[in-house]
């Protein structure tokens, strides 16, 4: 029941290193196509924290914690819209304790 939910599916790539966010295209709306990816990119202008439970789920507990800032390419297929998304390092004390 939330609007702004959008079905979604993580992996982590382990030949890349890089974290592959794959959206339902059923559920991107228009609006969502327009305000986050415009013209076939996802821009992240800040890096983002992966929440714990997230990391637990990815059994990235020893690996990178963190999406990095930047501007990413949209992958789309029929079903799909992936985004291979670039990670780094994040303090586990500190990523923890922000959860």
Do not use: K
């Not at 939330?2 to 030949?15: F, H, I, S």
């Not at 990391?55 to 390419?73: S, T």
């Amino acid at each position: 029941g939330c609007r702004n939910c959008l079905p979604a599916y993580l992996r982590l790539d382990p030949p890349t290193g890089r974290l592959l966010l794959h959206l339902e295209r059923a559920g991107v709306t228009p609006l969502i196509r327009r305000r986050y990816l415009a013209d076939g990119w996802l821009s992240l202008p800040e890096a983002y924290a992966l929440p714990a439970p997230v990391i637990d789920a990815l059994g990235a507990v020893d690996g990178p914690h963190r999406i990095e800032a930047g501007r990413y390419p949209i992958l789309e297929d029929d079903c799909f819209l992936t985004v291979s998304l670039r990670l780094a390092r994040e303090s586990p004390g500190l990523l923890r304790s922000a959860a």
